[in-house]
T-cell receptor, first 112, second 112 residues
């Protein structure tokens, strides 16, 4: 079946550090890939997405590139801020699928 | 932000009690979803709806039922709550089946 694997963390970084959160997937079809972010006490918000191989999604300084050859969609940011502290979810939607498949989430804490 | 509200936001109930959670949207989106969020599992789909009175089961539907009598409202009912249903419940909406999902703020349910 379809699945998403991501590092669960917690990941703790100092402000202005470089961030990478790994995400790999298994899919029976050709998926679209997403990163969602959940701030404390809130619902999930779409951060970025990519719908085909080699596409790069970007938003708020975050980037992720759809790598079909390695079945990966790693999230990166060059310089994190305290306000980036949140839980990050990688997810996929397969063509013809009924729903999203989410990874377990990665908790990020950024210290001043 | 997508207009999605959930009620109640917090609920404590006892085992064996029926519980109904409500999701209300003001976006007129066709699709609505109920997920539960548990540590280590990310989000898992319970049920979804593709129109008024049209619903289908998700990955973890046992013990849950849903109803959608109006486009804007999607109800999730725990017919006889159990402690294993203690979780955070999120509603989501989307225009189409494989389009971006937008999430509500969540309902935290504790079953004693």
């Amino acid at each position: 079946g379809d699945s998403v694997t991501q590092m669960e963390g917690p990941v703790t970084l100092s402000e202005e550090a470089f961030l990478t959160i790994n995400c790999t997937y298994t899919a029976t079809g050709y998926p679209s890939l997403f990163w969602y972010v959940q701030y404390p006490g809130e619902g999930l918000q779409l951060l970025l997405k990519a719908t085909k191989a080699d596409d790069k999604g970007s938003n708020k300084g975050f980037e992720a590139t759809y790598r079909k050859e390695t079945t990966s969609f790693h999230l990166e940011k060059g310089s994190v801020q305290v306000s980036d502290s949140a839980v990050y979810f990688c997810a996929l939607m397969v063509d013809g699928g009924q729903n999203f498949v989410f990874g377990p989430g990665t908790r990020l804490s950024v210290l001043p | 932000d997508a207009g999605i509200t959930q009620s109640p936001r917090h609920k404590v109930t006892e085992t064996g009690t029926p519980v109904t959670l409500r999701c209300h949207q003001t976006e007129n989106h066709r699709y609505m979803y109920w997920y539960r969020q548990d540590p280590g599992h990310g989000l898992r789909l319970i049920h979804y709806s593709y129109g008024v009175k049209d619903t289908d089961k998700g990955e973890v539907s046992d013990g849950y039922s849903v109803s959608r009598s109006k486009t804007e409202d999607f109800l999730l009912t725990l017919e006889s709550a159990t402690s294993s249903q203690t979780s955070v419940y999120f509603c989501a909406i989307s225009k189409g089946l494989q389009e971006t999902q937008y999430f509500g703020p969540g309902t935290r349910l504790l079953v004693l």
